[in-house]
């Protein structure tokens, strides 16, 4: 069978290619990919080719398929697996395998296993890891997007607290407590801030700031009436703004300082301003991923001991962040569609990938069985005129508060040319 996938090739040499795939073996699946947000980290391997860690260093010669914020569906089971899986099944995929302490991952290190692809082969790995995930919800773009989603679940599963009588350990958000998402409008921001209105543990007060006035706008249409349907008091901080930051901010909580925050940019100065707003037995989580090696920031250790304060990273989610994060797409407890800002065929991936910081707005959506140029939801009112497709688009996502929906995806799949 062919496919047409994103090749990387070495630093910043992505091709959309044709190519044929091996008959799959015994203990391998074929899926067919419908759709795949392009993450940040598939422009970080992008940006270092052979010298990423999960990138081969023979990657000029033996291209990897990139993508692996992904979703689809099954086409053939090997037989190894036919109890297990079967064709037709709705999945999505956590590509943090770590079999056996490898650093092989899709979308990184396969050269036929990628969300960039309109087929593809999962290795027995990702089956032995159970990293193969059923989907029985609605929407293709919400199972792709339970990734990043998972990546934040498992970032507000890992803060913690300790109990000063029998130093036991809490994890997750402190229940009724004080939280801050800090930059955090951006994407993975507005996923955290979705999260934290929608979990299992919640806060009463949930602070976020950013520097950009458009973004804390619409984040602030979006979560405003979800907040208070929940009774969390949800505010919004330009910090740009403030003269004294952490005097402001600390008023927010009582002068108790935060227990929970999210770092949300890679800012030596965030950080510092973030660790001085922790209170006592409060725990920061450094979620943003620095592509500087020796990046660093100054940590006020008095206050670490006397405070007990706890600061902690994490990268990637579990099986298990996954797991929570398609069932509450299942359940439609969240609104992940706040993330989308762009789709597009699988003709603008590669262009889209290596232009990524570039691009302002949240995720960029990848339909893999389509062509069609990147293009902003919030550009559609002004392309209806150039095509039927469009036009149906823009009144579809007009009528929904700009989101992309169910039925945006519907339409778009059919109606938008293959690839």
Request: negative net charge.
């Amino acid at each position: 069978m062919k496919t047409k996938a994103v090749r990387l090739y070495g630093k910043m040499d992505l091709r959309l290619e044709e190519f044929e795939l091996p008959q799959i073996a015994e203990d391998e699946i074929l899926v067919r990919v419908v759709s795949d947000s392009i993450c940040m980290s598939s422009y970080k391997a992008a940006l270092l080719g052979a010298e990423h860690k999960r990138v081969p260093d023979d990657v000029a010669n033996n291209p990897i398929i990139i993508g692996h914020e992904l979703a689809g569906e099954v086409v053939e089971v090997g037989s190894q697996w036919k109890d297990r899986y079967q064709e037709g099944m709705r999945f999505s995929l956590q590509p943090a395998l770590n079999y056996q302490g490898s650093m092989k991952s899709p979308g990184y290190s396969y050269p036929y296993c990628g969300g960039d692809a309109t087929y593809m082969i999962l290795p027995r790995e990702v089956m032995i890891m159970d990293c193969l995930l059923p989907y029985r919800g609605e929407g293709f773009f919400k199972a792709a997007l339970s990734e990043p989603y998972s990546c934040v679940i498992g970032a507000c599963r890992s803060l913690f607290r300790t109990d000063r009588h029998n130093h036991n350990h809490y994890m997750g958000i402190r229940e009724g407590g004080k939280m801050a998402i800090i930059g955090g409008c951006g994407p993975m921001g507005l996923a955290a801030i979705d999260y934290a209105l929608s979990g299992e543990f919640r806060p009463n007060l949930l602070v976020v700031t950013d520097l950009d006035d458009r973004r804390i706008q619409r984040a602030r249409e979006l979560f405003e009436p979800k907040a208070a349907k929940q009774g969390i008091s949800l505010l919004f901080v330009n910090t740009g703004t403030l003269d004294t930051p952490k005097q402001d901010l600390m008023k927010l909580t009582g002068g108790d300082g935060f227990d929970d925050i999210l770092v949300m940019v890679p800012s030596a100065g965030v950080l510092e301003l973030s660790e001085s707003l922790l209170g006592f037995n409060g725990c920061l989580n450094f979620f943003a991923g620095p592509t500087d090696t020796s990046f660093s920031a100054r940590v006020n250790y008095y206050d670490i001991h006397y405070l007990e304060k706890h600061i902690i990273g994490t990268t990637g989610g579990t099986v298990d962040d996954m797991r929570e994060a398609l069932k509450l797409m299942e359940e439609d407890k969240t609104n992940v569609e706040v993330l989308v800002t762009h789709v597009g065929g699988l003709d603008a991936a590669a262009q889209a990938t290596l232009h990524l910081p570039e691009i302002p707005g949240g995720k960029k959506l990848i339909y893999t069985g389509i062509q069609m140029p990147l293009i902003a939801l919030e550009d559609l009112p002004d392309l209806s005129s150039q095509s039927d497709l469009y036009k149906g688009l823009a009144e579809i996502v007009g009528a929904n508060r700009g989101l992309w929906s169910v039925e945006a995806e519907n339409y778009l799949l059919k109606n938008a040319p293959a690839i």
